[in-house]
């Protein structure tokens, strides 16, 4: 049986959900997808990370987000936004991919229903156990993020199962050899967190140095450690192999052997924009962004726009939950206008 909705939304990140609150404020019917759980990319952060914004740029639905201390870590944050989709009482569709979509004309008076208007895309979804469900909403946001497509490096051995894209914790990695590649907070953050769980800890980046973006506050503490060599660093590197036992590095004195256990590919990701591109929704081959009006979030494709960073193509750092989380706001506007 098909469902139908005002508004579908494709990823329960904090921009979806932030989305679907200005929906159902806006007093608009809603369904959230997620392949996940809610705010899945936060529950995949480093266990014991915390975040670089401080509590109130990451609120959502105008909700207080308090913490005692001065940044929130991720467990402050997935407790804030269980709360919120809580108190909106926003239907979260947890474990449910949204596999297509595919324009139609519905009415849904037609269907006895009299709460959604018009609907213009139908989407299939499939749950985590194989179900196929079709809803069919009046308008679709693309939320999808980033987090499930990560930037490889494309090099032999990537495959292998020490090898990883995205880090947990220290303790995993005690007493082991391990390569961590990339320049950024990830790699930086990741490398301290091993290097004091015991771990031997290499960092291969392609820059000359660490990232400019390193938070200032970290900034001193890995200094130090590559300047003592308690931390090894191979700048203007690239991996070019990964065996079971090391990574082949090859660096500005040639190709050297570093002795690796565990490899840590902290490389960024790129955003998900296959759904956009199924419906035909350009994308800008230099900067990746999807084609879309900054003021509305609509793309040129009629009922279908934008939430989150995904409007920030492959330059993901240019939106964050920060200035993400008002994208919901300006699409419910232009939806209600
Ligand atoms: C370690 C770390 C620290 C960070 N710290 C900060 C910080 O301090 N401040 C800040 O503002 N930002 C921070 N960020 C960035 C922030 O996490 C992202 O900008 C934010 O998650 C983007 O939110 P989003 O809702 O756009 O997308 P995402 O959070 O990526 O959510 C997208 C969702 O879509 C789902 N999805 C994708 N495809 C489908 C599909 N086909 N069907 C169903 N569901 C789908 C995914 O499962 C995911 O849950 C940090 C990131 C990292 C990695």
New binding site residues.
């Given amino acids: 049986m098909t469902a139908f909705v005002d508004v579908a939304i494709?990823?329960?990140?904090?921009?979806?959900l932030a989305a679907a609150i200005a929906a159902i404020r806006g007093g608009l019917s809603v369904s959230v997808?997620?392949?996940?759980c809610l705010?899945?990319?936060?529950a995949g952060?480093?266990t014991y990370?915390t975040?670089?914004?401080t509590a109130e740029r990451?609120a959502i639905g105008g909700v207080p987000f308090l913490v005692a201390t001065e940044k929130p870590t991720r467990r402050d944050a997935l407790a804030y936004y269980r709360g919120v989709a809580s108190l909106y009482d926003v239907p979260v569709r947890q474990y449910?991919?949204?596999e297509s979509m595919r324009p139609v004309r519905y009415d849904p008076s037609a269907a006895g229903v009299t709460s959604a208007r018009s609907a213009r895309w139908l989407l299939r979804s499939i749950t985590r156990g194989g179900a196929v469900h079709e809803t069919a909403a009046h308008a679709v946001i693309i939320?999808?993020?980033?987090?499930?497509r990560p930037n490889l490096l494309q090099v032999p051995g990537e495959t292998l199962p020490h090898v990883r894209h995205g880090y947990v914790e220290g303790h995993t990695a005690w007493r082991a050899p391990v390569v961590i590649v990339g320049g950024g907070n990830?790699a930086v953050d990741a490398a301290l967190d091993m290097y004091r769980a015991g771990a031997y800890v290499t960092m291969v980046h392609v820059g000359a140095s660490l990232d400019n973006g390193v938070k200032p506050w970290v900034r001193p503490e890995i200094e130090a450690r590559i300047h003592d060599g308690s931390i090894q660093a191979h700048y203007e590197s690239r991996v070019v192999d990964i065996t079971p036992e090391d990574v082949v590095v090859q660096g500005p004195s040639g190709e050297v052997r570093v002795p690796a256990t565990q490899v840590y590919t902290m490389t960024g990701y790129l955003p998900?924009t296959g759904?956009l591109e199924a419906v035909g929704v350009p994308i800008d081959p230099l900067s990746g962004i999807p084609s879309h009006n900054p003021l509305t979030m609509a793309t040129p494709v009629p009922g279908v726009y934008l939430?989150?960073?995904?409007a920030s193509g492959l330059s993901a750092n240019r939106?964050?939950?920060?200035n993400?989380r008002d994208h919901g706001d300006a699409i419910v506007r232009h939806l209600l206008s």
């Fill in positions: 494709v990823g329960a990140g904090p921009c979806g997808f997620d392949r996940g705010v899945n990319g936060i952060y480093p990370m975040f670089f914004s990451i449910e991919t949204v939320a999808t993020g980033y987090f499930g990830s998900e759904l939430a989150g960073v995904i939106i964050f939950i920060e993400g």
